[in-house]
């Protein structure tokens, strides 16, 4: 295994740690503007217009992964976070509901849902000379 796959592994063990000492009342991701890249040296600005809230860290965080275009089961944090017992990533099985006409209702199908292909750039490009896009 590559050895910056690795420490991936191992940071994201740690941060599901923190994640079970930390307990929010509620978990926001603010994505009106979504980056895909570093968020930093490399990438783009897409404007995606997403708000997500939940109670479940994991969960929101599924969701948010799934709308970024990647399968929440195949990234470290999600994955080992249900693993873990921190939430569900599996797309199908978490309760997701929309606002809509100042109303908040079910949502029907995960294919209603717009996904924007944002990459995930796990390292800078001075670590592997290249970006790695999961």
Known sequence: IDG?????????????DSAFAITPN?????GVIGRDGSGFDTGRDELTNV?????SLAEVDAVGTYIMGHDPNEMFYTR????RGLGESDIEKIKIYWIRNNEIVPLKNVSEIKRHRLGVNMHTWAETGKRLFW
């Not at 080992?80 to 693993?83: P, R």
């Open 26 to 30: 509620i978990n926001v991701i603010e």
């Open 4 to 16: 910056p796959l690795m420490w991936d592994e191992m940071w994201c063990q740690r941060a599901i």
């Open 51 to 55: 708000v997500i809230v939940g109670l």
């Open 80 to 83: 080992i976070g249900k693993e």
